[in-house]
């Protein structure tokens, strides 16, 4: 069944991240580690957290191939000083190309090949920036929700 893709306008979410630059295809190996920074960091900080998910935010590089820049990060509350290799950042706003993926994350990359499908039928580019917003978990995987958003030029 296709993945449906509309047109959004999208705002800033407030993050708290670690950034990583990895080749392609190696998001599985790096974000364990990366976010557990995180979640380190937000649980020294009350308030910080009050029930934001995780996000995923990508700078896709200039060149097809080269390594992406990828920032791990837990939505929070407020901006803060950077402690360690934590720091505070934001999703861009802006139109973007959003779909919703149900099921299994690695099954993701439908909703990913759907948002560059629609892009190519509506002759639209992507600004270089995507993001993927996890939802909780569910019991049975096929029923979890993640969020993927393209930034459109």
């Given amino acids: ?7 959004q306008t999208v705002h800033p979410r407030k993050l708290a991240a670690v950034r990583r630059e990895i080749p392609p295809g190696a998001v599985g190996a790096a974000w364990g580690p990366a976010l557990g920074e995180v979640w380190r ?6 308030g ?7 996000i995923f935010l990508y700078h896709h590089p200039a060149q097809p191939g080269g390594q992406i820049l990828c920032d791990f990060g837990v939505e929070v509350t407020r901006k803060f000083e950077t402690a360690g290799e934590v720091y505070a950042t934001e999703t861009p706003a802006g139109n973007a190309a959003v779909a919703v993926h149900r099921g299994p994350y690695n099954l993701m ?3 990913h090949n759907a948002i560059k499908k629609w892009m190519t039928l509506n002759r639209r580019e992507s600004a270089g ?11 049975d995987p096929a029923d979890t929700e993640t969020t993927v958003v393209y930034l459109l030029k």
């Fill in 1 to 7: 069944m296709p993945v449906p893709v509309n047109a």
């Fill in 41 to 46: 960091f937000i649980r020294s900080q009350p």
């Fill in 48 to 54: 910080l957290w009050t029930n934001g998910h995780n």
């Fill in 109 to 111: 990359n439908e909703a």
């Fill in 129 to 139: 920036h995507s993001w993927e917003i996890y939802g909780d978990p569910a019991p």
